[in-house]
Structure formats: C-alpha cells, structure tokens
C-alpha cells in the first residue's frame, strides 16, 4: 500500500507537469498524459497487468510493464538524438553562413 501511494503520487506529478507543458508540446503532453494514466491503473489494478501480459504471452505483469517502458524508452531516445543531429545541422549551416557574410580578405604584406 505505501509503495501504490508513493508511485500514485510521483505520477501525478508527472501528469501535472504534462499538464501544464501542453500548451507548448500538445502531443508529447497528451502521450505523457496517456502513460501515466495507465500508470496510475496499473498501480492500482496490477491483477489487470498480470492478466493483459498473459494474453500477450508474457509471464507477469510487472515484465510486460518493463518491456512496454523500455520500447517507449527508446522511441524517446531516437527522437532525441534525430532532434540533436538536427539542430547541429541547423548550427553547422548557421555558423558556415555567418562565415561567409563576414569574410575578410587576408591582409597583403610587402
């Protein structure tokens, strides 16, 4: 019971702050939303997770809840380094840019 109110209430933390982040990322928010949510049930109801990684031909609950957060945990990670590949892109062509629009001829020595 102490460890389903510990959990209940980190997570709804984390649904409070995608809460008050959807105005600037809806859909990151509204998954971040979703995940928690289910969460939160899980944490409450973890027979229903017990019986779902059954049908899935998994063997417990909490494995199937492991395997389900470490696939989203790549997704997020994948999403991350493609935005950083880009804005490193997004910098490279910036600074090559400005680089040229401030060329100097090199200064003649006699």
Do not use: C
């Amino acid at each position: 019971m102490i460890a389903q109110i510990g959990l209940s209430i980190l997570l709804a933390g984390i649904m409070a702050y995608a809460w008050a982040e959807y105005s600037r990322a809806p859909a990151v928010s509204l998954v971040a939303m979703l995940v928690t949510g289910a969460g939160l049930y899980f944490v409450w109801l973890p027979q229903h997770a017990s019986w779902l990684a059954a049908q899935a031909g998994i063997g417990r609950g909490v494995d199937l809840i492991i395997y389900v957060w470490v696939a989203l945990s790549l997704l997020v990670m994948l999403n991350l380094h493609l935005k950083l590949r880009s804005q490193t892109e997004l910098i490279t062509a910036l600074a090559r840019e400005l680089a040229i629009a401030n060329a100097r001829l090199p200064a003649t020595t006699q």
